[in-house]
């Protein structure tokens, strides 16, 4: 199993969570997060005054899939996540070790 973590535009969720959907992703979770990579955040301006804003809002994507689900979900990602400008995000991938349901007590690729 694999942990992916994607971090996206907040606009491009829905399209993102579609596309997962159609490869067979049936559960994830996103957490609101703010942050900047290469572009470093932007100017903007307020009653007449230049702020730098640093952090910029952003969306934290985690879900877990089986090893042969991993290509299609982080090709889906791409795809729907993609606007062609800087800062469209970043997608970890991870090992899991083991999978728990709490309710059932299930393991491994059961519980996911």
Not at 48 to 64: A, C, M, Q, R
Not at 74 to 80: F, L, P, R, T
Request: no cysteine.
């Amino acid at each position: 199993m694999k942990k992916i973590e994607a971090i996206i535009k907040p606009f491009k969720l829905e399209e993102v969570k579609s596309a997962l959907s159609e490869v067979g992703v049936e559960g994830m979770t996103v957490t609101e997060a703010k942050g900047f990579g290469r572009q470093k955040g932007h100017t903007e301006i307020y009653r007449g005054s230049e702020y730098t804003v640093d952090f910029l809002p952003k969306l934290k994507i985690d879900i877990v899939v089986g090893d042969e689900l991993v290509s299609a979900a982080v090709d889906a990602i791409i795809k729907s996540a993609r606007t062609g400008k800087i800062g469209d995000g970043k997608i970890f991938i991870m090992n899991v070790e083991e999978a728990v349901r709490i309710r059932t007590d299930e393991r491994g690729a059961k519980a996911v």
